[in-house]
């Protein structure tokens, strides 16, 4: 940090305290610490201050401020991120979206939203079922996760499958830049060919090129019925295989998740209703009645073709299949003292090879390991166990991610299916995509953030 950005003075302090109200500025070392934290892995950063705006006005001050001093700013959700997106790696300003947490819009007839960046997933899925809508990509940690991070991330989910990420919801933006400015991107149209897609570019930017104050969403009709079936499979590999051919079906599932026999034991043990088995799917159909019941019905065969167990599950118990679904994060965090967290994606057709190379490279290098995941859409959590403090052990970790990183490469697919890319994924990202489009990607964060203030140390290194 030194020599490039500027350190937090009492001058700057002042001032942000003019800005926001000296009640939503601090510097007490408990927040700092809050505010600095990633969710899962070891990366941490030094926040200075941090400040919770409530408006597109503050924060427009606040960046042209920090620019003009070379402050670094981090925004800033729930700090749910497992990449390291969130953490101030270079110290500087967090600002923090708490305050920013008004849904401003629904329409029923255009089936839109427009809500600011601290509204919680959940929440608003709860005021828009009412209305009989939802918005869908749903994430494991949707009941915290805020719509800027998403945003921010291009974070999905479990019905991704079906619906899509979050930048096929996204159509419109209101991002205040570095330099203070406030711009508007995208219109409320059902579709648009009006020159370059600023907003898909701000979409899974991370923070790095902007502060989204205000985000247009679109949503969809809530379906009329949902079912759910769990099917279990000897292997690995025999659950894998069926995954394609449930993808490459007519029927069109909703959620198609993966756990392996190590996800189905935690499982098991801390009570949630599942089986131990070699892996399995847990699979939902939706829409109406008729069309939710004749899809699970087609996936059912699926599943039984290939020589795999399928129950379908209603009522309390498909409640706790999910529920235990979306904890896995927080009970395999209690397997290891550190646990990486990798977010692959491949074509689905190279999953069973994926998914077999990964158990191999574990056993190779003697480090353990937990996968599930969005199998539907190729994407696995690979949660390599890092074991002890000690450097050995790290070390071996982290070669296992960094051998995943080359396999998701060699099959064409992608280092970061929904988690982002943060500080954790960097180093592979010209491997990825190669020099050319690395340095056009540096380009273009130059041309918005010249200062490089914005999430610095995120996505790309800094600037030489």
């Known amino acids: 940090m030194e020599g490039r950005y500027s350190r937090v003075e009492e001058e700057d302090l002042r001032f942000l305290r003019e800005v926001v109200g000296p009640e939503n500025v601090s510097t007490k070392g408990w927040e700092l ?34 620019s003009e ?55 608003l899925n709860v005021e828009l079922r009412r209305l009989g809508l939802f918005f869908p990509p749903e994430p494991a940690s949707g009941s915290v996760s805020t719509i800027g991070g998403m945003v921010g991330n291009n974070s999905s989910g479990f019905r991704a499958v079906k619906y899509g990420v979050t930048r096929d919801y996204i159509v419109g933006l209101e991002v205040v830049l570095p330099s203070g400015e406030v711009v508007r991107l995208g219109t409320r149209a059902p579709k648009s060919s009006i020159g370059y897609d600023l907003v898909r ?44 051919d449930v993808v490459a079906s007519p029927a ?37 009645e008729r069309a939710a019941e004749d899809e699970i019905s087609r996936l059912e065969s699926i599943c039984r073709s290939h020589g795999n167990d399928f129950r379908r599950v209603e009522g309390g118990e498909e409640e706790a299949l999910w529920k235990g679904r979306r904890s896995l994060g927080a009970l395999v965090a209690k397997l290891s003292p550190a646990v990486i967290v990798g977010d692959v994606d491949v074509p689905v057709s190279k999953l069973p090879w994926m998914v077999e190379e990964i158990y191999r490279l574990g056993d190779e290098m003697k480090v353990g390991l937990v996968v599930f995941g969005h199998a539907g859409d190729g994407n696995l959590h690979v949660n390599i166990l890092a074991g002890g403090t000690d450097e050995p052990s790290r070390r071996r970790a982290w070669d296992l991610y960094a051998k995943i990183m080359e396999r998701t490469i060699e099959a064409g697919g992608a280092i970061a299916g929904e988690h982002g890319i943060g500080v954790e994924k960097r180093e592979f990202m010209e491997a990825q995509h190669g020099r050319l489009a690395l340095d056009l990607m540096r380009r273009v964060k130059e041309a918005v953030d010249p200062s ?8 790309l290194p800094g600037p030489s």
């Open 33 to 66: 610490a809050v505010s600095s934290a990633n969710a899962v892995s070891e990366i941490e950063g030094r926040a200075e201050a941090v400040v919770w705006p409530s408006s597109a006005e503050q924060v427009s001050k606040i960046l042209a401020h920090c």
């Open 69 to 123: 001093r070379r402050i670094p700013v981090t925004p800033r959700g729930s700090g749910s991120s497992t990449s390291g997106n969130a953490a101030p790696v270079e110290g500087g300003i967090v600002i923090n979206t708490r305050r920013m947490n008004r849904v401003l819009e629904v329409s029923r007839e255009d089936l839109l939203a427009v809500v600011e960046p601290g509204v919680i997933y959940e929440e």
């Open 201 to 244: 570019l701000f979409v899974g930017s991370e923070g790095t090129l902007g502060f989204f104050t205000k985000i247009t969403l679109k949503l969809r009709p809530l379906p009329e019925a949902r079912r759910t079936g769990i099917c279990y499979a000897e292997s690995a590999e025999r659950a894998s295989r069926a995954i394609f």
């Open 252 to 288: 069109r599932p909703s959620a198609v998740e993966y756990m392996d026999s190590r996800v189905l034991r935690l499982l098991v043990e801390s009570g949630y209703p599942y089986r131990e088995a070699g892996a399995a799917l847990l699979l939902e159909t939706d829409g109406t």
């Open 452 to 459: 490089w203030i914005m999430n610095p140390g995120k996505i």
